[in-house]
Structures are given as C-alpha cells and as structure tokens.
T-cell receptor, first 114, second 116 residues
Framework: DAGVIQSPRHEVTEMGQEVTLRCKPI?????LFWYRQTMMRGLELLIY????????DSGMPEDRFSAKMPNASFSTLKIQPSEPRDSAVYFC????????????FGPGTRLTVL | SQQGEEDPQALSIQEGENATMNCSYK?????LQWYRQNSGRGLVHLIL?????REKHSGRLRVTLDTSKKSSSLLITASRAADTASYFC????????????????FGKGTHLIIQP
C-alpha cells in the first residue's frame, strides 16, 4: 500500500485566498483525521471522520475551516479565506477498525499564507 | 489542548548510548502511544501500550506506563544516528471508543539528537 497520500506537499498563498488540501487514506481504513502542527501549539486535532461521516469537529478553529469526505478514499480540508496565522503543516492520518487507534500519517502539507 | 508533556524537550547523546524520554498526561486513558517524526516528514507509529499494561518491548524500544502517576517513559537502547528525530507521546482518552478510533492528544515532543 502507498500509505496516506496528501497533496500538495507545499502551498504558498496570499491572505484572503482559498486553500484546499487533499488526502487519500489507506485503503480499508475507516477513520480519517486532520491535524495541524505549529511550533507554538504542537499537533492539534482539527476534525475526524468515521465511514465518511464527521464525528468530532470541535478542533476546527473557526468557520473559515471546513472539511469533507465525499467517499472512503478522499477528503479535503478547505480554508476560505486564508490568513497568515493559518500557516502550519497540516497532516492527514487514517486508522483501521479495531486497531486501538494506531494512526498512520501522511507526509503533510506545509502551508504558508503571506 | 495538550494532554501529554514530554521531558526533556531536547536530548543529545552519543551513538550507542541509551536514550530515555518521559511523558506525563492529565486525564485517564485507554492507551498511550509513541510516535517518531523525522524532520519535514509525517509521524510514524512506534509502539502502543494499553492502560492495563505496565511495560512493553519492541526491538530496541521499551515503554513503561504508570497510570497512578499518569506518566510513561520511552527507552531507546543502543542508539543509532538514524534515531535522530522528534518523539511524541499521544494519549487516547478514556471515554473514547476504546477499540475504535478517536482523535489522539499529542505532547510537544522531545527532540533527540544522536551524535556519531
């Protein structure tokens, strides 16, 4: 298996622009997680899905952030409009059923908002 | 919010020595996991210890868990240059679905440097 795939790997955009991050989880994994990593706050859970349904989005910082999972093999995290404080590395992770929450991470998307 | 706090924040040792990192957490847990992150890469799962376990081994890794003190330690024996990375503990809080999956709460990590 190719592991969790994220695109793009790097994104540089200007404040106010819309940003869309993409994730393909490992086949057969029914949980998908979006995390954000910054130097100041470390790794933070933003939202997670089970069988394509959002379960907990309490970590989404504000209404500018939205996430979707239209099918079992694809998820997006959208920021609109983007702000400089959104600059971070965004990770997607997936987990298989009954695995006691061992999560497999993608390589991340480094987002820079100017 | 941060659950785990790793200690030390940074650790530099000579190749071949043992490295010990500690993690403290605040709430009751189903399990505790350790992950490694190489610079510019995603996190890699190393080992998981359940709340009813006290010690676990995997290759050169040894993890202990003391639920009464809400603490865990990760020992890497006979360190190698390739072990240079950041190490994070992550907790799966009690009240989550146990055998299922929920969001993990990560500490800020210990940055380990192995000097050749």
């Amino acid at each position: 298996d190719a592991g969790v795939i994220q695109s793009p790997r790097h994104e540089v955009t200007e404040m106010g622009q819309e940003v869309t991050l993409r994730c393909k989880p490992i086949s057969g994994h029914d949980y998908l997680f979006w995390y954000r990593q910054t130097m100041m706050r470390g790794l933070e859970l933003l939202i997670y899905f089970n069988n394509n349904v959002p379960i907990d989005d309490s970590g989404m910082p504000e209404d500018r952030f939205s996430a979707k999972m239209p099918n079992a093999s694809f998820s997006t995290l959208k920021i609109q409009p983007s702000e400089p404080r959104d600059s971070a590395v965004y990770f997607c992770a997936s987990s298989r059923p009954l695995a006691y929450n061992e999560q497999f991470f993608g390589p991340g998307t480094r987002l820079t908002v100017l | 919010s941060q659950q785990g706090e790793e200690d030390p924040q940074a650790l530099s040792i000579q190749e071949g020595e043992n490295a010990t990192m500690n993690c403290s957490y605040k709430t009751s847990i189903n399990n505790l996991q350790w992950y490694r992150q190489n610079s510019g890469r995603g996190l890699v799962h190393l080992i998981l210890i359940r709340s009813n376990e006290r010690e676990k081994h995997s290759g050169r890794l040894r993890v202990t868990l003391d639920t009464s003190k809400k603490s865990s330690s990760l020992l890497i024996t006979a360190s190698r240059a390739a072990d240079t990375a950041s190490y994070f503990c992550a907790t799966d809080a009690l009240g989550n679905s146990g055998g299922g999956a929920d969001g993990l709460t990560f500490g800020k990590g210990t940055h380990l440097i192995i000097q050749p």
